[in-house]
């Protein structure tokens, strides 16, 4: 059974960063695009950012976090991180990972088959 555990949530101030981190567990995470979605109270699940799971790995990311979050994959330790930068209130949700075997495009959550349980992410003074 394919296992995702988010981890690196937490509270930090407005322009601050955090870095999620996304450890896969009984299955090889590179060979899966990989989606990192968020849930704000009372709002659906949108996507975040994406990394397909083809040669070129290519990303894609929501307007609203271009420019300010990256998604990478590290294939030693089977993790996918989201490095978030200049972080906004607006950010402030439960940050979750899925994977699925390949879609593209791949930020629409409705095409990923296994998610991890979330992270809580809280910017605020």
């Known amino acids: 059974q394919p296992r995702l555990v988010e981890s690196g949530g937490g509270l930090v101030q407005p322009g601050g960063s955090l870095r999620l981190s996304c450890a896969a567990s009984g299955f090889p995470l590179y060979h899966y695009t990989i989606g990192w979605f968020r849930q704000a109270p009372g709002k659906e699940r949108e996507g975040v950012s994406c990394r397909l799971s083809s040669s070129e790995a290519s990303t894609s990311y929501a307007d609203s976090v271009k420019d300010r979050f990256t998604i990478s994959r590290d294939k030693a330790k089977n993790t996918a991180n989201l490095q978030m930068n200049s972080l906004k209130p607006e950010d402030t949700a439960v940050y979750y990972c899925?994977?699925?075997?390949?879609?593209?495009?791949?930020?629409?959550?409705?095409?990923?088959?296994?998610w991890g349980q979330g992270t809580q992410v809280t910017v605020s003074s």
């Open positions: 899925a994977v699925v075997g390949y879609f593209d495009p791949c930020l629409n959550p409705a095409e990923y088959d296994d």
